[in-house]
């Protein structure tokens, strides 16, 4: 079977605040935001990722969002995250070395899996990580 992102990306969040959005997930879902799952949002871009710590079947919960009245007023939209193998990672201060960004990404901790390469981007301050599965970027 193929596997299936934790993540759900709701579009057009500016009409509905964080608080409200952690709300309504709660509603829709019946999981307790930071339990059973978590809320970025991106404001720059109007968007919010939910990503769900409890095993759930987020194409259903895809569904039921956009089925759902509220969802609807608030004209957003909720789509599963593409699962990749690589992340961005920036603001990394000048000092850090490529070594400690492995190992800081491959921490259990911090939600990580095996790292398979990191390609470090000075003047930027950012890094590219590669896993070798999926599993290690939520």
Sequence with gaps: SAETSPSVVFENIQGCSPKCLCMLLENISGLTVDDDFTVE???????AIATFIKSIDTEAFVKKCSQNKRVKEFKMTARLLELTQSIKAE???????TDYITVYFESARNGGGPVSDV????????????????????
């Design 91 to 97: 603001n990394i201060p000048a000092s850090i070395s």
């Design 41 to 47: 949002v991106i404001p720059e871009i109007n968007v």
């Design 119 to 138: 390609q470090l981007f000075p003047e930027e301050n950012s890094a590219i990580i590669t896993f070798c599965d999926r599993k290690g970027n939520a």
